[in-house]
């Protein structure tokens, strides 16, 4: 937890998506977004002084049509985690980041919003909204914006947001027939409240034995999450198998850029990101219905 001077002197709860904007705008670096507070109420930024609550914006909900599933930003993640809608198919992805996460008080305050827009490079939603092909929906001064939600990370806690920005939803698409996801995480005591030394997600999309398409996302390797492209490519359009998937494996831990940090060396986190790929890899292939 950080030492710092944290009293924010105002607090607003806006009507509608305009007035928060306009807030934002109003107080620039002076006003941060509130959801949960699970992640703002322990970085306490010192320069805030107004906080904005995005509790009265109506962006707690879990909607699925044709096109896919959509998710308001203020959505719990023990709301994500107990929902039907992530029970199965390669969705579960994300039922299984969202209760990987700290503990279940936590997971009633924390949102899935607060997640990504913190921008952690180690935060567990992030890489299973990557490999299904999330979108964002951003609102601004200007209006609306969308974004896939890999451009949304910039840096460590820096998203593409602007300053009179916020997240009000993500989106994702159906995923082809014969499509498996899995999500795997380490962490350093392997107890609830640890952050990921490395977290890892993968989806695949196979007919019979072969790879048409995948995804591999890495987390807390980089400054940001990551895509391992280059073990994507080998993966797709062969045949699947041990050897294949090791090698893969091999790759995305060379894409990889960790540092040492109180953790983790990065020498184990390399290690562990591929022994993570290859067994995220093979519960993928599972996974794959068809
Ligand atoms: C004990 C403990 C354990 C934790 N374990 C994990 C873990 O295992 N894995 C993990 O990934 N995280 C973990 N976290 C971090 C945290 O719980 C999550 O990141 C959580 O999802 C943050 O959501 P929140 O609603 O509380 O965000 P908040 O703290 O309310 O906000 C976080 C940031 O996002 C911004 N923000 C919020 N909503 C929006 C919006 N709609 N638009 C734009 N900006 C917005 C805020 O301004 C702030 O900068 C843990 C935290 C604690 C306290």
């Not at 001077?5 to 670096?29: D, I, M, V």
């Not at 507070?37 to 909607?63: F, H, M, Q």
């Not at 985690?81 to 969202?98: D, T």
């Amino acid at each position: 937890m950080k030492e710092g001077f944290f009293r924010p002197r105002e607090y607003h709860r806006p009507n509608n998506l305009q007035e928060a904007t306009w807030l934002l705008s109003s107080f620039g670096k002076r006003a941060k977004l509130i959801a949960g507070g699970t992640d703002l109420l322990v970085n306490k930024p010192p320069e805030v002084e107004c906080l904005i609550d995005v509790a009265s914006l109506d962006l707690n909900y879990i909607r699925k049509d044709g096109n896919g599933i959509t998710i308001g930003a203020a959505t719990t993640l023990d709301l994500i985690e107990r929902s039907p809608m992530f029970s199965a198919g390669p969705y579960v992805v994300l039922s299984e980041a969202a209760s990987n996460m700290a503990t279940p008080t936590v997971r009633n305050m924390a949102t899935i919003g607060g997640n990504i827009c913190n921008a952690s490079p180690a935060a567990d939603l992030s890489l299973a909204l990557m490999v299904l092909d999330s979108t964002v929906k951003i609102y601004g001064l200007d209006g609306s914006r969308v974004l896939p939600i890999g451009a949304f990370f910039e840096d460590v806690n820096k998203t593409a947001l602007a300053e009179d920005e916020l997240l009000v939803e993500i989106h994702i698409p159906m995923s082809p027939a014969g499509t498996g996801a899995s999500f795997l995480k380490l962490r350093h005591h392997q107890t609830a409240i640890d952050l990921a030394v490395v977290n890892v997600a993968t989806r695949l999309t196979c007919s019979d034995d072969f790879c048409e398409d995948a995804r591999i996302a890495l987390g807390a390797v980089a400054k940001r999450p990551i895509y391992a492209e280059k073990a994507k490519r080998l993966l797709t359009g062969k045949r699947l198998d041990g050897k294949l998937i090791q090698e893969a494996a091999e790759i995305a831990s060379k894409e990889a850029k960790p540092i040492d940090d109180v953790r983790s060396s990065a020498r184990y986190r390399r290690r562990m990101i591929a022994v993570l790929v290859k067994r995220a890899l093979e519960l993928s292939i599972t996974r794959c219905e068809t």
